[in-house]
């Protein structure tokens, strides 16, 4: 009788370590601090692109760069479907990854739609399966704007907080 006790007790704290562990990774993914908002930072695809003086430019060349890598490619993929040579495994991947890049575009499209709805000049969003960047033509973002993109990126796409970048340029 001992012995089973012991068991027992020994369970009850797993389920409670299991239940806090859970817990403190839900607040982690609902948690308005996870977002970084930095006047200077670029997300990871825009890097590679010069960035002009025009205020325009940066926008500009972003979606024309971000545009170009995407139908390279939907080429490459296009290929592979065409291809009689292409297993039927490399077939069906090629078809899922047009799929999920069409995805991409239409969250991209809807995020900064509605950003530039809540009063932003401009905004551009780089979506994929890593997350979520978003750069916001602005002086600079307080922590409510940051909150407020947030919510606009979540609501479209489902990504987890931790996995959105929010950053401004003027």
Do not use: H
């Not at 495994?89 to 969250?107: D, G, P, V």
């Not at 979520?132 to 990504?159: N, R």
């Amino acid at each position: 009788m001992k012995n089973l006790k012991g068991k027992q007790i020994l369970l009850i704290g797993l389920m409670l370590l299991v239940i806090v562990a859970g817990y403190y990774r839900w607040t982690q993914n609902n948690s308005d601090e996870a977002v970084t908002v930095t006047s200077d930072t670029l997300p990871a695809d825009a890097e590679a692109s010069p960035v002009s003086e025009s205020d325009d430019s940066y926008f500009i060349t972003a979606r024309r760069d971000r545009d170009s890598a995407r139908d390279k490619s939907m080429e490459v993929w296009n290929d592979i479907i065409l291809k009689d040579e292409s297993s039927p495994e490399a077939k069906s991947e090629a078809q899922s990854k047009i799929s999920q890049n069409a995805e991409y575009i239409e969250y991209e499209n809807r995020i900064e739609s509605l950003v530039r709805s809540k009063g932003y000049e401009d905004c551009i969003a780089f979506v994929d399966e890593s997350g979520v960047s978003a750069v916001v033509k602005s002086d600079g973002l307080t922590a409510a704007d940051a909150a407020q993109i947030k919510d606009i990126i979540v609501d479209q796409t489902g990504t987890a907080v931790s996995n959105i970048k929010i950053s401004s340029k003027k």
